[in-house]
Antibody, heavy 122, light 106 residues
Framework: QITLKESGPTLVKPTQTLTLTCTFS??????????VGWIRQAPGKALEWLGH???????WYSPSLKTRLSITKDTSKSQVVLTMTNMDPVDTATYYC??????????????WGQGTLVTVSS | EIVMTQSPATLSVSPGERVTLSCRAS??????LAWYQQKPGQAPWLLFY???TRTTGVPARFSGSGSGTEFSLTISSLQSEDFAVYYC????????FGQGTKVEIK
């Protein structure tokens, strides 16, 4: 059974850097085809793909956020870390990590973690 | 960017009714399309990938179809647990999601 869980701060100040950790089980990021994605959802809004990391360390980011994002993995801890710089109130959202599997660059996501709400406010 | 447009934004239906949700892509995505269900306060749940492949645990009353730019999700007989928001997502290139269709009780 695959499970994922996000952790990190619930409140960050504008201009600060957000760091979120996704801890997963049921698969390994050393196995070919495996990957983890990050998706966010502003309150009452639709889903927005942020990026993902694949088993081989390859990363892909949303073009609109590319300059602010970094996704890394720690296979020994079964964790993936999302870093987003220069946070703004418009970045207030629930941040989800999700499993993705497949050799193609882009895939669907499932299952998802429960999500963590991050509020950006001074 | 490929824009995904879902319609309608809201569907008011009665239990037992048949419903069809629409998802349109701004350019062809082949069958590289997924559907998710999201209930209040919960994470999205993957229902279909490759437009029509049902994932484990999805009831048979759900079906997905389409290719290219036009896709649909059909629920043959709506149950109380099906009231939720449904999102489509393409993965032909960097993924984008539709704005969602809320299925609410009439």
């Amino acid at each position: 059974q695959i499970t994922l869980k996000e952790s990190g701060p619930t409140l960050v100040k504008p201009t600060q850097t957000l760091t979120l950790t996704c801890t997963f089980s049921g698969f390994s990021l050393t196995t070919g085809g495996e990957g983890v994605g990050w998706i966010r959802q502003a309150p009452g809004k639709a889903l927005e793909w942020l990026g993902h990391i694949r088993w081989d360390g390859d990363t892909w980011y949303s073009p609109s956020l590319k300059t602010r994002l970094s996704i890394t993995k720690d296979t020994s801890k079964s964790q993936v870390v999302l870093t987003m710089t220069n946070m703004d109130p418009v970045d207030t959202a629930t941040y989800y990590c999700a499993h993705r599997r497949g050799w193609e660059l882009f895939k669907w996501f499932g299952p998802w973690g429960q999500g963590t709400l991050v509020t950006v406010s001074s | 960017e490929i824009v995904m447009t879902q319609s309608p934004a809201t569907l008011s239906v009665s239990p037992g009714e048949r419903v069809t949700l629409s998802c349109r892509a701004s350019q062809s995505v082949g069958i590289n399309l997924a559907w998710y269900q999201q209930k209040p306060g919960q994470a999205p749940w993957l229902l279909f990938y490759d437009a029509s492949t049902r994932t484990t645990g999805v009831p048979a009353r759900f079906s997905g179809s389409g290719s290219g730019t036009e896709f649909s999700l059909t629920i043959s007989s709506l149950q109380s647990e099906d009231f939720a928001v449904y999102y489509c997502q393409h993965y032909y290139s960097w993924p984008t999601f539709g704005q969602g269709t809320k299925v609410e009780i009439k």
